[in-house]
Each structure stands twice: as C-alpha cells, then as structure tokens.
C-alpha cells in the first residue's frame, strides 16, 4: 500500500478561506496529517486516550480508545497483507502462465514435427509403393514376353521336330 492510498480527499475549502497565510498554512498541514490520510481514526483516538490518561478516567477508557486505534491500525496491517498476498499470487500465476507458454509452444513445435515427419513418410511411402508397382508390372510384361517367346518357340520346335520325324520316316 502506498502512501498515496492511505490518504482520502478532504476538503479544503474552509481553510483556503483563512486570511492570514501562517494560520492558513498550518490549518492546511493540520487537516493534510489528521483528517487527509486514513489513519486520521488512529491519530483522533491516540489523542482521546492520551487526555483520558490525563483526567484520570480510568483503565477501561483508555483501553477502549487505545483499541479503537489500534482496529484502524489491524485494518490497514491486514489490507498490506492481504495485497502482499495478492501479489505474490500474480507472480506466481504469471511464472505459471509463462512456464505453461513455454510448454504449449514447445508441443506446438513437437506436433508440427511429427507432421512434418509423417508427411514425408507417407510421401516416401507412396512413391516406393509406386516405384514397386511399376517394376511388378514391368516384370508382369516382361514374363508375358518370355512365356510367348517360349511357346513360340515350342511351337517351332515342335514343327522341326515334327519335320525330323517325318524326314527321318522318309529316309528309313
């Protein structure tokens, strides 16, 4: 809490009314300390208790005003402690934040990765299977020629043997 946010607004348009500058000036510093600032319960009921000591009222008196001030004074201790807390909250949800982007943006980099990666593994996997492919149909045609060339030539075989044998008959 600073000490901007302990003070209140008061007002000073009684006092800016004094004519005399000396009496004007310490009118004005007596109002800034005891009612311009939050504590002005404190300072009132210290002031109380210090004259209730004098007139001899009695213990009770003083203990009521004294903790009349001193609740002011817990407020305020509490209201600290309580932003003091705040903040250390927000840094800490902010180191959170911050560790939790660092996390995000490094499993963002790992998936696009592993995108990258799988597609180019699909695309080598699509072209080897390509690549396959053709050379199973190349080797499919390729057979198919041989197998025709080999019946071709059984054929041909066939007929000179065939030949042979009737020559042979011939010449027998």
Partial sequence: MSYSSLRKKSDLLLVSKVKIGLLRQFLIN????SLGTKLAVLFSAIA????????????PWIFALSLIGLTRLVEIVSFLTENKNLHDWKTEYNETSRLLDTVIQEK??????????????????VENTLRIYNENEKLKSNLEYQR????????????????????SRILD
């Fill in 148 to 167: 025709r060339e080999l019946e071709r030539r059984f054929n041909e075989l066939s007929k000179h043997e065939a030949l042979t044998e009737h020559e």
């Fill in 30 to 33: 007596l109002q800034a300390v």
């Fill in 108 to 125: 963002n980099s790992l998936h696009h990765a592993h995108n990258e990666e799988m597609r180019i593994l699909r695309h080598t996997t």
């Fill in 48 to 59: 109380l208790a210090i004259i209730a000591q004098s007139y001899n009222f009695g213990r």
